[in-house]
């Protein structure tokens, strides 16, 4: 809830920045702690943050701590109310002698009262005078099992957004349902006999979580480039990574191939050639069996109606990708939300002997859907409100076709069959999730232009995968 909080108002003053929202109140974030940055599974995916329990001063050689000048400055007052609203309904007429109607509605709204907000931050020419010269006990805990992973580097804090008094943060969740029928039927010359039924479910929620004061929402980093004896640099330009000195060129060429992913994945014209080399995942999941396909897409629906449900779902498959055992109450996800989880596992358990080869790796129905969920993960908040509504036969074979003609030559000509499903409605929703892309729709007639804006991020590649995956799962046969 405060993660989720958290991650709405950076995405709202800083999407695309530096600003790193904090993953929960037991995070201690202050001015030079030392966090472990870790790279993901797939390369397009943010970074993963570890607040640590040490400052830079804790793991620095000597007895002189680097003492910096803290700036202080307001920044906003922030109130932010999010909320979703799913409906449906189902009604059946059996030969006319029964009737059957199902409705459901969910609705929840999250809003956050910080207040009035500063911000902190260290003053970087005194901190890099000072640092000069310094080195990293090569040594320390924290260092040795840092570096035994590549895939880590080291960050400090150099600038943080607190509160600077008594907020709030309030979760409004109502659930309801209602179902109705009647049924009829006659006995061989007897009378007409009538049954009703009518009941209806609602729950409620009110969780209300107060936040202290000096509770810091977001930070930013300098990563450290260190050197094999200790010595150390503050990568102090954007974009410019961090990282332990490596052995050899092996580890030279490791750590080039991981910046050559990145540095492609924002060059529009190489979205077709990585939708490509992912086609063998999408391969596989539509080539599940029918029952399981749609069991999957149902209870991936679900979870997708709370994204912290999503994220929950995400890390318990990236563990079982490294082997690891899934532990289903690290996340923040709700007892409902966890039975969806679960439910999931069992289907991957079940598909567990899917497998396809693409040159000489293989995958498995467990790396698919990890892809897939992975991508939906990245989304903005606003972009799941949208995406989950989309998830049926018809509409997402749309997005699909517009997924093609985003990465093709950016025009698609439709048959009647698209004409009639590209509703008025449903172009508008489409237009709308294509934006949080980056990415743009023009509708003239029966012909559909896309574009690819020039600076998208890794949004707009996310956003393709999350549409393809979903579609491999909702195909028909």
């Not at 957004?161 to 007897?190: A, H, M, N, W, Y």
């Not at 990568?235 to 991981?258: I, K, N």
Request: aromatic share 4%.
């Amino acid at each position: 809830m405060f993660a989720t909080a958290a991650r709405n108002f950076v995405e709202e003053v800083d999407q695309g920045g530096l600003l790193i929202p904090v993953s929960g109140l037991n995070d201690t974030i202050n001015l030079l702690t030392v966090v472990v940055k870790r790279k993901r599974f797939w390369f397009w995916q943010k970074a993963k943050y570890l607040p640590t329990d040490f400052i830079l001063n804790d793991i620095l050689t000597g007895d002189t701590p680097i003492k910096p000048v803290v700036l202080e400055t307001d920044f906003i007052k922030y109130d932010g109310t999010y909320g979703d609203k799913i409906s449906g309904s189902i009604e059946a007429n059996i030969l006319d002698k029964s009737n059957l109607n199902v409705e459901g509605q969910d609705s929840s709204k999250l809003k956050s009262s910080f207040g009035n907000l500063k911000k902190e931050e260290v003053e970087v020419q005194k901190l890099l005078r000072d640092s000069k010269g310094r080195l990293l006990d090569m040594s320390h805990d924290l260092v040795q099992q840092t570096m035994e992973n590549h895939r880590q580097v080291f960050g400090i804090v150099k600038e943080r957004i607190l509160t600077t008094q008594l907020c709030s943060v309030i979760e409004e969740v109502q659930q309801s349902g209602q179902c109705g029928g009647g049924f009829d039927f006659c006995r061989p010359k007897g009378p007409k006999v009538t049954l009703k039924e009518n009941g209806s479910l609602t729950k409620d929620s009110n969780v209300t979580m107060e936040i202290p004061i000096s509770t810091t929402i977001a930070y930013a980093l300098i990563e450290l480039e260190i050197k094999h004896d200790g010595h150390f640099g503050l990568c102090l330009m954007s974009g410019t990574d961090g990282g332990f000195e490596v052995d050899g060129p092996a580890g030279e060429e490791l750590m080039a191939v991981s910046r050559a992913h990145l540095n492609s994945s924002e060059n529009k014209h190489l979205r077709e050639a990585e939708l490509e080399r992912l086609r063998d995942h999408f391969n596989l999941l539509s080539a599940l069996p029918a029952a399981t396909r749609s069991s999957l897409l149902q209870h991936i629906t679900n979870v997708m109606e709370n994204r912290d449900a999503v994220s929950s779902l995400q890390q318990v498959l990236e563990q079982m990708c490294h082997d690891e055992k899934p532990d289903l109450d690290k996340g923040s996800a709700t007892d409902s939300q966890k039975q969806n989880i679960q439910a999931i596992l069992d289907l991957l358990e079940k598909s567990e002997g899917a497998k396809s080869a693409q040159g000489n790796q293989s995958t498995s129905a467990l790396t698919a859907l990890h892809l897939v969920v992975s991508a939906i993960d990245e989304l903005p908040h606003e972009c799941h409100a949208i995406l989950v509504t989309c998830c049926n036969l018809t509409e997402l074979q749309t997005l699909e076709q517009l997924v093609h003609c985003m990465s093709g030559n950016g025009e698609l000509t439709l048959d009647s069959t698209g004409q009639a499903a590209l509703t008025e409605d449903i172009f508008e929703k489409t237009k709308n999730l294509f934006a949080f892309g980056h990415m743009s729709l023009e509708r003239d007639e029966d012909t559909v232009k896309t574009e690819m804006h020039s600076q998208t991020g890794h949004h707009a590649l996310a956003l393709c995968i999350a549409i393809k995956g979903l579609a491999s799962l909702a195909k028909e046969g």
